[in-house]
């Protein structure tokens, strides 16, 4: 009975040991055949993996700017894993739980989603170096600081914040150096009163800001009060131009001056009273042919009155000739360049010039001032051919411009002697 127990047991166990042989080579012909259809490859993520920094509460990392913040990582899969591969299916972090404040150089660690079966060969970095510090907050005053003044003519009456207090928070080393939250304010030109939402600045004993730090919070509600000064008040300047051009010239629009506004000072109720605009000392304009530039004083309505800005205006006038056109009729064609032995006959004698330019030296041209001409010297047979008229002013303005009527011309050309009259 026993020798039969025996051999019962060695049968079940060789066919245990077969069947487990079997399944194993199976499973690997299996994974042979999968391996040949859909080959494992390794790859280099395209983009960089983000790091999970997170110290325990209380505590804050200051050292953000000089580490890396995202990692490198190569991985292994299967060829048609490769694709669904992403970014999102990785996390990378480094431990900072129980570590209190200090410099720690810690090893990333990662997970994949499993679903995707893929397995990382690499990673780069394999380790950061953090700097922990304690986090610290603190409430500070909100002052402001005028970087410019407002108009001379007028003051500033009263800056107020909607918050006096706001709170600094970040490492305890950069929260200590914080003194107050500064407010720069830029009052240059202001003349009227205004709100706004700016952002204050924390900064040290010695006004320079402190980097590192937040506040909160970031931007408080400034009130700033500008009004005008009863002793003091801008008024325009108003150039005083008298005289005529002489015929022929106009202004033009290369007209300007400078100061446009001035400051006076004087008794409030005369400031009160005075005209918004002050004029300057004549400035003639007889006998201007071209621009010019002139300093002129101002004229102050009262002798009590002082010009505290703007005590020479420079003006600059713009000068320049009037365009006219003038037309001269019948002017007399003359005929150049004729050869020996040929006859000449123009269609027409006189033409029609139109001559534009300045008024002053169009308007002094005569008829004789004026020629016209053909030219002829590159015809040398008979026939009749059609020349251009050309036209010159005999005192040489290049400044005008010619118009002939018409601009060309039949000239008949016959050997001399049988040209019919």
Not at 378 to 391: E, F, H, K, V
């Amino acid at each position: 009975m026993a020798e039969r127990n025996l051999s019962l047991r060695r049968l079940v166990i060789n066919n245990v040991l077969w069947f487990t042989g079997s399944l194993v080579l199976a499973f690997l012909v299996w994974m042979l055949a999968i391996t040949q259809s859909d080959p494992f490859e390794q790859w280099r993520m395209a983009d960089r993996i983000p790091i999970r920094l997170t110290p325990d509460s209380g505590l804050i990392i200051t050292n953000l700017d000089d580490i890396t913040t995202t990692a490198s990582m190569r991985l292994r899969a299967q060829r048609s894993m490769r694709s669904l591969v992403a970014t999102d299916d990785i996390l990378v972090w480094a431990d900072l739980s129980g570590l209190g404040p200090g410099e720690y150089t810690v090893p990333l660690q990662y997970s994949i989603a499993p679903e995707r079966r893929a397995a990382v060969v690499d990673i780069s970095p394999r380790q950061i170096t953090v700097r922990l510090e304690l986090e610290e907050a603190k409430l500070v005053a909100v002052n402001e600081t005028l970087t410019s003044e407002p108009a001379l003519a007028y003051s500033l009456e009263s800056i107020t914040f909607d918050a006096r207090q706001i709170t600094v928070r970040g490492p305890q080393s950069l929260v200590s150096q914080v003194v107050e939250a500064q407010v720069p304010l830029d009052l240059e030109g202001m003349r009227v009163a205004f709100e706004d939402d700016v952002r204050p600045l924390p900064v040290d004993v010695d006004g320079n800001v402190v980097d590192g730090v937040t506040l909160e919070p970031s931007s408080v509600h400034v009130s700033v009060n500008i009004q005008a000064r009863a002793d003091v008040r801008e008024v325009r300047v108003q150039p005083n131009i008298v005289g005529q051009l002489p015929d022929g010239y106009v202004l033009t629009g290369a007209f300007d001056y400078s100061p446009q506004v001035v400051v006076v000072s004087g008794p409030p109720a005369l400031l009160a009273n005075m005209p918004g605009t002050v004029f300057t000392t004549p400035i003639d304009l007889s006998n201007r042919t071209s621009n010019f530039s002139v300093d002129v004083a101002l004229e102050l309505p009262d002798e009590r009155l002082v010009l505290l800005t703007g005590g020479v205006i420079t003006v600059s006038v713009g000068i320049d000739t009037q365009m006219t056109t003038r037309q001269f009729d019948l002017l007399p064609v003359e005929i150049i360049g004729e050869r020996e032995g040929l006859d000449y006959r123009l269609a027409t004698q006189e033409v029609t010039v139109l001559i534009t330019g300045a008024q002053p030296i169009v308007d002094s041209l005569t008829a004789q001032d004026v020629s016209i001409v053909v030219d002829v010297s590159g015809l040398d047979a008979p026939g009749t051919y059609q020349l251009s008229l050309s036209a010159s002013i005999g005192r040489g303005q290049s400044s005008v411009t010619i118009a002939l009527l018409p601009e060309g011309i039949d000239v008949e050309i016959a050997t001399a002697g049988t040209q019919e009259p």
